[in-house]
């Protein structure tokens, strides 16, 4: 798994009355990028970016487990948010995200595809 996965996600957040659409909730969509830094057999260590945040950031951390099976992960994130990811091929995979705090909620999906 180790390097960097990149695909576009259409996020789907709550927010406040000024900014929620007649639906109740804010659709954006953007780059994520989700880098691998670490594996060592089932575990991995990384962090994923979406394009809409700062240059500067250095991302949020991901912490993750892979099945037994190798066919699917789970990851916890620095933010509170947790996801899954179902592999599809050596350079590809669906990463689903979500979270929820006491001011908002949010959810993706994504098809990511290793970078060469």
């Not at 695909?7 to 880098?35: C, K, N, P, W, Y």
């Not at 789970?74 to 590809?92: A, K, Q, Y």
């Not at 929820?100 to 994504?110: F, L």
Request: hydrophobic share 35%; glycine share 12%; charged share 15%.
């Amino acid at each position: 798994m180790e390097g960097r996965w990149i695909g576009d996600i259409r996020v789907v957040t709550s927010g406040t009355s000024g900014q929620v659409s007649s639906g109740g909730a804010v659709i954006s969509e953007s780059e994520l990028v989700f880098s691998v830094d670490y594996q060592d057999g089932e575990t991995f260590i990384g962090r994923s970016q979406s394009s809409d945040t700062s240059g500067s950031s250095a991302g949020i951390s991901v912490w993750g487990t892979i099945r037994s099976t190798g066919l699917e992960a789970m990851f916890v994130t620095s933010t509170g948010g947790n996801g899954l990811i179902w592999f599809e091929s050596p350079t590809v995979f669906e990463y689903c995200y979500t979270n929820v705090t006491e001011e908002s909620a949010t959810a993706y999906c994504a098809v990511l595809t290793k970078e060469e």
